[in-house]
């Protein structure tokens, strides 16, 4: 390829539904992750967490 070949070449990002998708999986495993941190937190602080044998 010569250098006018490379200049034609066009390209660029879309936003496509599988993109969208896989944002909105990751934003829900993350809240997810928040969530059970934040239940297993106050469960601690409360004394209500079950033994572990």
């Not at 879309?14 to 469960?43: E, H, P, Q």
Request: aromatic share 2%; with cysteine.
């Amino acid at each position: 390829m010569n250098k006018n070949d490379l200049l034609n070449i066009v390209g660029g990002v879309s936003i496509t539904g599988t993109l969208l998708n896989a944002l909105y999986k990751g934003i829900n495993a993350i809240m997810d992750v928040g969530r059970s941190l934040g239940s297993a937190l106050r469960r601690l602080s409360d004394g209500k967490m079950c033994p572990v044998r």
